[in-house]
């Protein structure tokens, strides 16, 4: 897996087609190998490119975990591999940090798909740290996901699936984990949201609990060129519902190509 | 039932211990079969069961039975850590 070298921390990534670039960036306890399906179905025409964030799936955690300094790495490594604009596809902590990053890098933004994600999510955020604080302390990263799992994940989500969403989170630096709540969780975000003038899809599952779909209006009412898409799934759609997960990914991104080379867009 | 207290550094400073741990020495510990009825009682939890049913499952699936207060303080911290079930 190559790397790249940025702001005191070296990232793995994944790189895969031709075409134009397309950049993933993970939810909290992901990593790059999340958007294999989807890198599968895009790198015929797109450039597919995910990192994995500081604290997360093999790259290193030499410093803390926090938006501003993610969307400073996921900067610094686009320009270590050379592009210069992309379509960005977030999802749930990738959403603070896409909004942050827009806000200095707008112009590198093509398009934005925002999924299960928010501007504001502080509800019950203090006890929900403090609980993962005291529990992290004594609990294996493997048992907290495994819990989690059980959790959030819907009941006929298959195993082979919920064992790779246990299996990528055990691959997350605790500090990383707990450092990471502590930046997305309470912070409201709404203000850097009217700065997204790229085209952007916001993207909710119906039964989400953790980033309801309120929140996902919120995100979509205040992104000036929103439109929304709701799908039969909770937080975690990319395992739950594969196939309107990937079918509404795959069509926002082609759609965004297909404007951009029409004639009347040039 | 006193709350879980635990320092930074991990050691156990007081209070219930957890379902799925055991102490030893200054240091909870896990237990794996305490660990694997956890999961079931998560999901049993999720699909509408009460305490009896899901106390059934555990001690039929994984040879472990949780208490009442074992059982709340699970389910409680979960909900504390993932929202509402």
Redesign the interface.
């Known amino acids: 897996m190559p790397t790249v070298n940025v702001n005191g921390e070296t990232l793995h990534y994944v790189k895969s087609g031709t075409g134009p670039a397309v950049v993933f960036v993970h939810y909290l306890g992901g990593f790059s190998r999340q958007w294999q399906r989807q890198i599968a179905a895009l790198e015929d025409r797109f450039t597919c490119i995910a990192f994995d964030q500081r604290g997360y799936g093999f790259s290193s955690l030499n410093g803390r975990w926090s938006v501003e300094d993610s969307a400073a790495d996921l900067k610094a490594g686009l320009d270590a591999l050379g592009v210069e604009r992309a379509h960005f596809v977030a999802y749930s902590m990738a959403g603070p940090v896409m909004l942050s990053f827009n806000a200095r890098w707008s112009g590198m933004v093509r398009s934005l798909m925002l999924i299960d994600t928010f501007a504001r999510n502080d509800r ?1 955020a203090e ?2 740290i ?3 604080e ?2 992290l ?2 609990m ?1 990263m493997r ?1 907290y996901a ?3 799992a ?3 994940l819907l ?1 006929e989500t298959p195993q082979r699936l919920v064992d790779e969403v246990v299996a990528s989170i055990c691959l997350a630096r605790k500090e990383a984990y707990l450092d990471t709540m502590r930046g997305i969780l309470g912070p409201d975000f709404s203000a850097l949201c009217p700065l997204v003038t790229a085209p952007t899809l916001v993207l909710c599952g119906r039964l989400d ?2 980033t309801p779909v309120d929140q996902a209006s919120d995100l979509t009412r205040l992104i000036p060129k929103a439109r929304e898409a709701i799908i039969e799934a909770a937080h975690l759609g990319i395992w739950e519902n594969p196939e309107a997960f990937d079918r509404v990914v795959v069509d926002f991104l082609d759609t965004q190509e297909a404007a951009a080379t029409t004639p009347s867009a040039r | 039932m006193p709350d ?1 207290d ?5 050691r ?1 400073l007081g209070g219930d211990i957890p379902f ?2 055991a102490l030893w020495g200054d ?2 510990v ?1 237990a794996p079969a305490e ?1 694997e009825a ?2 079931t009682m ?2 049993l939890t ?2 509408g069961h009460v305490y009896e049913a899901i106390a059934d499952a555990a001690e039929a699936q994984h040879g472990v039975r949780p208490t009442q207060a074992q059982y709340d303080g699970l389910i409680a ?2 909900r ?6």
């Open positions: 019950g006890g929900r403090a609980e993962s005291k529990c302390r004594y294996s048992q495994r819990q989690y059980a959790a959030r009941s609990v953790t | 879980l635990v320092a930074p550094d991990g156990y799925g741990y240091f909870l896990e660990l956890c999961v998560i999901r999720r699909l911290s979960v504390r850590r993932y929202g509402p079930l």
